[in-house]
């Protein structure tokens, strides 16, 4: 392999929108070091990439029908948990760069970002950065929850009582505490239902998670 070869950061892109994708994959491929291997419309298509491509970075778009962006970039950290993945949003608020960040994102890119904060970015990421974010961001950051956190969070929703939340996780009750617990004293909240309440507001969860 040739020293450029090398030294090619390999880039799939995951957006919805068909002009917003083709003009984003023009824009990146013209940057020096960057090319894009496959420029798909869904996350199901980003799964079925990841695992034909095996590139060097992901730049997702958050909103996409179906299959949004968070969901995405879990499944294919699923398959490949050293994914370097970019969320992609039109949102500028700082509770869905949190989202895409506890889902595994290595950073937030707004969609006002111009090509060289993109191009820096995904640079960024393919060097091993955290939690890049480009763009302005509005309102307050959510906090950021461990993954089992958001498990008992989302329990913690449906009803489910510390021994059921126990149970379905396979841990102790005392663990099940120490997780409620932390969730109190990162969410501000008195009791179980102002976790939950609090969640909602923040957005960590959405209002799709109500039953």
């Known amino acids: 392999m040739n020293t450029t070869a090398q030294s090619t950061i390999r880039v799939l892109l995951v957006d919805d929108h068909p002009v917003l994708r083709s003009g984003l994959a023009r ?3 013209m940057e020096r ?4 291997v496959e420029a798909v419309s ?10 034909r491509h095996k590139p060097d970075v992901g730049v997702i778009d958050l909103f996409m029908p179906v299959m949004d962006g968070v969901e995405t970039i879990l499944r294919i950290r699923r398959i490949d948990p050293q994914a370097r993945l970019l969320m992609l949003s039109s949102s500028e608020h700082a509770v869905d760069a949190t989202r895409a960040e506890q889902a595994g ?3 937030y ?5 111009d090509a060289e904060a993109i191009a820096t970015a995904i640079r960024q990421a393919h060097a091993g950065g955290q939690r890049i974010r480009v763009g302005r961001l509005l309102g307050p950051a959510a906090p950021a929850l461990s993954p089992r956190e958001m498990e008992v969070l989302g ?13 379905l996780l396979g841990i102790s009750d005392q663990t099940v505490k120490t997780h409620l617990r932390a969730l109190r ?3 501000g909240a008195a009791d179980r239902a102002g976790a939950v309440g609090k969640a909602f507001e923040l957005g960590l969860l959405k209002p799709a998670d109500r039953r």
């Open 27 to 29: 824009i990146i491929s």
């Open 33 to 36: 070091g960057l090319q894009v």
């Open 42 to 51: 869904s996350g199901a298509d980003a799964v079925v990439a990841w695992r």
């Open 105 to 107: 994102a290595c950073g």
């Open 109 to 113: 890119l707004t969609k006002q970002a």
């Open 155 to 167: 329990l913690l929703k449906d009803g489910r009582s510390n021994e059921e939340i126990g149970e």
């Open 185 to 187: 004293e990162k969410l």
